[in-house]
């Protein structure tokens, strides 16, 4: 079977790498590698945070980065995540820690104090203590990306970089795709385009998702971070947090639906910058003086429940399947891809449940939900 895949971003490159074990693979991609959501992404690694409800997928996930660690130039660092709570939000987040270390994973709630104790750098004022997940990371998601596209030419795939897909060729199966330059024939196309995926779906085939914008910045902190500064997030405020490996400080945040992606900034918002600078001293020791280094924005897909959509379009053949949705958690998701795209193809089993991502758990394909930012999940 030659199976096409359009978009080499985190999700087509993982699934390029998982399919061509046993089958021919082509991908194609308008402009290159990791060229649009993947290559500014935060790279944060935090799967049993997201996936909670669901073991086998973050143990899966978890699992992935720590055997993948190595291949050519990919490396995962390992480092403790906190999930920081107001005291509305401490209850849940208590039962969670608990439920997660009653499963064995290294999950742990922390009152304020212990975490002020533990992670000296974390000041935390007018928060009420945290979830500590011990199994959490990053990595750096353009060479995670050209990695798997490694892996994926090893195992003989093609790359066809700098062509665009115009549009899928299908007469009630899947014929393959046409492009700029002319028709490729392929027996399944596997659609990771994005947020441009619903544009390319054959007419009378849609998935509920929308594009939004979402912003990083670096900052020099008054001394460099070292190697135990934790990653984190802070849902009330919408805001991410990890070390940069010369020691500055990462912060994303900033989620906004936008109706024309195509005329987004790719620069971060002056207003941004301010949100950060003035929460910077009230959550961090060490950051009164912190300097901007640089700041960048980028677009992802929405999908209404904030997990992805990985399945045939309803209505489709089952040779054509979208991997999009990704909701600003792609890159520490990208593991379900090959595994869940190879399951839709050929029936294998996943070494987890696949059912987060039908596309059939949505009555309405439309694009006009209310977004979700993954802050409030
Ligand atoms: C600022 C920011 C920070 C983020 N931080 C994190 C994080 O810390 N952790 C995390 O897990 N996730 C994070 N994400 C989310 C993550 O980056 C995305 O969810 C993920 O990269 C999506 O991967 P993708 O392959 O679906 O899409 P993309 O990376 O956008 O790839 C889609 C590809 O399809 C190609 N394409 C589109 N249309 C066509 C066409 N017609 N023909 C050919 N090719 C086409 C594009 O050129 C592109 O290369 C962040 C995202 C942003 C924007």
Redesign the pocket.
């Known amino acids: 079977m030659h199976v096409l895949i359009?978009?080499?971003?985190?999700?087509?490159?993982h699934a390029a790498a998982d399919l061509a074990v046993d089958h021919e693979v082509t991908v194609?991609?308008?402009?290159?590698?990791?060229?649009?959501?993947?290559?500014?992404?935060?790279?944060?690694?935090a799967p049993t945070n997201y996936y909670d409800d669901e073991p086998a997928i973050a143990r899966h996930a978890n699992r992935f980065f720590r055997d993948f660690d190595g291949t050519h130039e990919f490396t995962f660092t390992p480092r403790d995540r906190l999930d920081v709570l107001t005291d509305a939000e401490v209850a849940d987040g208590r039962a969670t820690a608990d439920a997660l270390a009653a499963a064995d994973f290294d999950v742990e709630f922390l009152e304020a104090s212990t975490l002020r104790d533990r992670f000296p750098g974390i000041r935390a004022d007018g928060f009420a203590g945290a979830v500590r997940y011990g199994d959490t990371g990053?990595v750096d998601?353009y060479t995670y990306a050209n990695a798997l596209r490694q892996t994926a030419q090893e195992r003989g795939a093609a790359f066809e970089l700098d062509?665009?897909?115009?549009g899928i060729r299908t007469d009630g199966t899947v014929r393959g795709v046409d492009t700029a330059t002319g028709p490729i024939d392929a027996d399944a196309v596997v659609v990771?385009?994005?947020?441009?995926t619903g544009?390319?779906l054959p007419t009378g085939l849609s998935v509920p998702i929308r594009p939004y914008r979402?912003?990083?910045v670096v900052v020099e902190p008054d001394a460099p971070l070292d190697d135990t500064f934790p990653t984190g997030r802070i849902g009330s405020e919408h805001l991410?947090f990890r070390p940069e490996h010369n020691g500055d400080l990462l912060i994303?945040g900033a989620h906004d639906t936008i109706a024309d992606p195509r005329a987004a900034s790719a620069d971060a918002d002056e207003s941004f910058m301010l949100e950060v600078a003035e929460f910077l001293p009230t959550f961090f020791a060490g950051a009164e003086k912190a300097g901007f280094v640089n700041g960048?924005?980028?677009?992802?897909?929405a999908s209404p429940d904030t997990r992805p959509i990985i399945d045939s379009p309803v209505g489709a053949p089952d040779s054509l399947i979208v991997?999009?949705g990704?909701?600003?958690?792609?890159?520490?998701?990208?593991p379900v891809v090959g595994p869940t795209v190879r399951h839709r193809l050929t029936g294998a089993e996943a070494p987890f449940p696949t059912d987060p991502f039908d596309a059939d758990r949505f009555e309405d394909v439309g694009a006009d939900f209310e977004y979700i930012s993954t802050s409030e999940v």
């Open positions: 359009v978009g080499a971003g985190v999700a087509g490159c194609i991609d308008r402009s290159g590698v990791a060229a649009e959501a993947t290559g500014v992404s935060a790279g944060l690694v990053w998601p062509r665009e897909v115009t990771a385009a994005g947020w441009r544009d390319l979402t912003q990083c991410y994303g960048w924005a980028g677009v992802d897909t991997a999009t990704f909701n600003g958690l792609g890159v520490m998701t990208s």
